[in-house]
């Protein structure tokens, strides 16, 4: 989930989900972005989560705009209730 996406240009918000859609697009934003150890650490970590398998995309939402709820609902339906739809 990236919250508070309200506060970024939706270009942003796009750049964002693109790196957690793809590996390659992520590890090239670390190395044009960051440096030293925050290059390290952070590129470790993206190697760690990617040997894990942890792949996930993000879902951008604004509690102050309501974006992006509806796609956090389904998301968190297909987590909990293995893609049933959760009524009450």
Known sequence: MLSK??????EDVDRIVAWS?????LEIAIEERLS???RLLSRDMMHV???L???FLLTPVSAKTNEGFINLNATLER???GGDRFTY
């Open 79 to 81: 987590i909990f209730t």
């Open 5 to 10: 996406c309200d506060l970024l240009p939706p």
């Open 49 to 51: 989560i990617h040997r």
């Open 36 to 38: 030293g150890t925050r």
């Open 53 to 55: 398998g942890l792949r």
């Open 21 to 25: 859609a793809s590996p390659n697009k």
